[in-house]
């Protein structure tokens, strides 16, 4: 057996803390899971179910309300217009922030669902542009347009879960 040069193993050496530090690179160093792994995420139910244009006192001071839906030809300008909706609607979301620090409108989420059908955000034209990013001052009151579209005709059901911070309400009616 020929021994092996000095250049041969700085060769080895190379390729054998290559292929280490690839392997380690690929399990990351390790698990980083909890050793329980039965750890569930319960989603919160809604604190009320309410219809369109009414209010509802989420308490701390802070009101929503949803108007009406009503019907509108979403432009090219507007996201997620290629998953070509059958049916686009528009609402005003009316917050009022009546208590004491300013609301943060990044715990302000909404979401949207026609029974089985799919339905999305179709923000960024026509002054639909989603919820504001400046916070609402403790006193003042806001109105912002959301639009979304569904693949699902006039008169199909249209549901809205709107969150602020931890409370969530579900607004129940109907495609325009």
Do not use: H
């Amino acid at each position: 057996m020929k021994k092996l040069t000095r250049k041969q193993w700085i060769l080895v050496g190379v390729v054998a803390v290559v292929a280490l530090s690839i392997l380690r690179s690929v399990t990351n160093g390790g698990s980083d899971l909890p050793k329980d792994k039965t750890t569930l995420v319960e989603e919160a139910a809604p604190v009320a179910t309410i219809a369109f244009d009414t209010p509802l006192d989420l308490g701390g001071g802070v009101f929503v309300t949803v108007a009406a839906p009503t019907r509108f030809t979403p432009t090219i300008f507007m996201t997620n217009v290629d998953q070509k909706p059958k049916s686009a609607n528009q609402f005003n979301v009316t917050i009022k922030n009546g208590g004491k620090t300013p609301l943060d409108f990044t715990t302000v989420s909404l979401i949207a669902a026609s029974g089985e059908n799919v339905c999305f955000d179709v923000l960024g034209d026509l002054d639909i542009n989603g919820a504001p990013t400046e916070a609402l001052a403790a006193g003042a009151t806001t109105t912002y347009a959301y639009g979304v579209g569904c693949q699902a005709a006039a008169g199909e059901p249209l549901s809205l879960t709107v969150q602020i911070g931890e409370s969530k309400v579900a607004v129940e009616g109907k495609i325009a």
